[in-house]
């Protein structure tokens, strides 16, 4: 295993940690019956586990497939090819996960400005287009003759005209900097030990996401993990407690960390083996610290808020 710095928080495994989460990550094959989809992450290619789970079962799809990129996801790589065979590419995946979703499902997707167009299009060939989310990725590279790109989109889909959308459970703690009052008092803001603020409904644009690095304890060795914050926005917005959410490229296991520590069931599904014992290792570590980077006390706040509050006269 690489030695790392001591302020390295990065989640790691080693020999002997990979044999002990070996024994919790269900294997898939081609003779495997019918799964039964709650609380398991499964080593196994989509294409073929998604055929063998049970009708009417979930109520969150949340996919981050690969991009249309050329990449490596550990073992595994993905080829960019046309705008066309792409979104072909997600219909095939798309097309079987269908009948699994409750008729008040929703769905999320995500891609980068490359994969957008088809994602749109292929998700409105089985769902109803509600949104676009774009959130800022805060890090990137410049680029010299193009604009930097620091940005991703998540695409929300519906099964139904009928779904679930706690829009209490995802307002955002904003600073009032102009605070406004009537006779003295603050008109839709408090006053509060850590400054003046207000709840405010979110928005499709998500500018308080933190992309995890090499300090953050939900980080890993996983080249496109999404913050768990982002993930308890969706979940916390599309679901209820005890519901059931559908992954099927999991990476590290984020959407599954996050319902645990919220209080939803899961099905994680990825290919890559040592991407499934990361997550199985994230999972137990979730059994001892449930907190969100930016969640507190049912709460989302802005990025690097405890910063700006110490700051504050």
Not at 102 to 125: K, L, N, Q
Not at 194 to 216: I, K
Request: aromatic share 10%.
């Amino acid at each position: 295993m690489t030695k790392r710095a001591a302020r390295n928080r990065t989640i790691s495994l080693g020999p002997a940690e990979s044999k002990h989460y070996m024994r919790y990550v269900r294997r898939v094959s081609k003779t495997t019956e019918t799964i039964a989809a709650r609380d398991i992450v499964i080593n196994g290619d989509a294409f073929l586990v998604l055929k063998k789970m049970p009708a009417d079962s979930f109520d969150l799809l949340f996919a981050d497939p690969p991009y249309n990129l050329t990449k490596s996801f550990g073992e595994e790589s993905f080829r960019q090819t046309s705008v066309e065979d792409y979104e072909n590419w997600l219909g095939t995946w798309l097309g079987k996960c269908v009948r699994l979703l409750r008729s008040t499902a929703s769905v999320y997707i995500c891609g980068d400005w490359r994969s957008s167009a088809a994602i749109e299009r292929a998700g409105s060939r089985y769902f109803k287009l509600q949104n676009r989310i774009t959130w800022e990725r805060e890090k990137g590279r410049g680029a010299k003759r193009n604009w930097k790109n620091s940005s991703e989109d998540i695409w929300f889909f519906t099964a139904s005209d009928s779904y679930t959308f706690n829009i209490d459970a995802v307002k955002i703690k904003r600073r009032v900097i102009a605070p406004y009052t009537i006779d003295g008092e603050p008109k839709d803001w408090e006053r509060a030990d850590d400054g003046n603020h207000r709840l405010t409904h979110p928005s499709n644009v998500w500018t308080d996401l933190t992309v995890p690095f090499w300090s953050m304890p939900e980080n890993t060795d996983h080249p496109t993990q999404k913050p768990e914050k982002l993930l308890a926005k969706v979940i916390l917005a599309s679901t209820n407690e005890g519901d059931l959410i559908l992954d099927p490229f999991a990476g590290s296991g984020t959407t599954a960390v996050v319902a645990k520590k919220l209080g939803r069931d899961f099905c994680a599904i990825e290919k890559d083996e040592s991407y499934c014992l990361l997550a199985q290792k994230r999972l137990e570590l979730a059994e001892f610290d449930n907190s969100i980077q930016g969640f507190e006390n049912g709460v989302f706040h802005e990025r690097n808020w405890k910063k700006i509050v110490s700051s504050e006269p």
